[in-house]
């Protein structure tokens, strides 16, 4: 079945750090995958996704590409910001299957 | 535009009672999926209504029903509450469209807080 493993929390960093949040997949067929972000006391929000290989999503300054040859779609942002501090989610989704499966979450901290 | 919206906020049940929870999906949207998120972990698919019918579920006991109402509104009722089933219930609606493709972004509601004592 799919899964998603992402790199464990929490992560505390300070403003302006470089920040990067592993996540990789095993899924069939082709799927897409999505970072949901989670700010505290709140649903998930979809950040940014990528339907195919190569493709790279990018929103608020986050950044991610679905690698396919290291079934991976890892989490960056150059600069980080107090306002970023938030549990944040990878998630996929297969062509065959109508559910997200999500990993763990990684709780991430920035400090000013 | 009115995004997802969930009630109630919060709920206090205790073991062995039932508990029904509501979403209004986004304005334009046909299909309500419901997750179980347990403190500290990612959110579990619990199943997906579409045209009124559960289309997929997920690994969770019969104790778990799903309705989805013609305005394309859904409740989730949980019987024989355990403890184990206090989680922030999360309602997705997405949109299926005239072909019948999977548009697969989900967009979340606030939650439901179901604490079970």
């Known amino acids: 079945g799919n899964s998603v493993t992402q790199m464990e929390g929490p992560v505390t960093l300070s403003e302006e750090a470089f920040l990067t949040i592993n996540c990789t997949y095993t899924a069939t067929g082709y799927p897409s995958l999505f970072w949901y972000v989670q700010y505290p006391g709140e649903g998930l929000q979809l950040l940014l996704k990528a339907t195919k290989a190569d493709d790279k999503g990018s929103n608020k300054g986050f950044e991610a590409t679905y690698r396919k040859e290291t079934t991976s779609f890892h989490l960056e942002k150059g600069s980080v910001q107090v306002s970023d501090s938030a549990v944040y989610f990878c998630?996929?989704?297969?062509?065959?299957?109508?559910?997200?499966?999500f990993g763990a979450g990684t709780t991430v901290t920035v400090r000013a | 535009d009115a995004g997802v919206t969930q009630s109630p906020t919060h709920l206090i049940k205790t073991r062995g009672q039932q508990v029904t929870l509501r979403c209004s999906p986004k304005?334009?949207?046909?299909?309500v999926s419901w997750y179980q998120q347990a403190l500290g972990q990612g959110p579990q698919f619990i199943f997906q209504?579409?045209?009124?019918?559960?289309?997929q579920r997920g690994n969770f006991p019969d104790r778990f029903s799903g309705h989805q109402f013609p305005n394309y509104s859904s409740e989730l009722n949980v019987n024989a509450l355990l403890l184990g089933d206090s989680a922030l219930y999360l309602c997705a609606s997405s949109l299926v469209g005239a072909s019948g493709s999977i548009y697969n972004e989900q967009f979340f509601g606030p939650g439901t807080r179901l604490t079970v004592l």
């Open positions: 304005s334009g949207h046909d299909t």
């Open positions: 998630a996929l989704s297969s062509s065959n299957d109508y559910k997200l499966s």
């Open positions: 209504y579409y045209e009124e019918e559960e289309r």
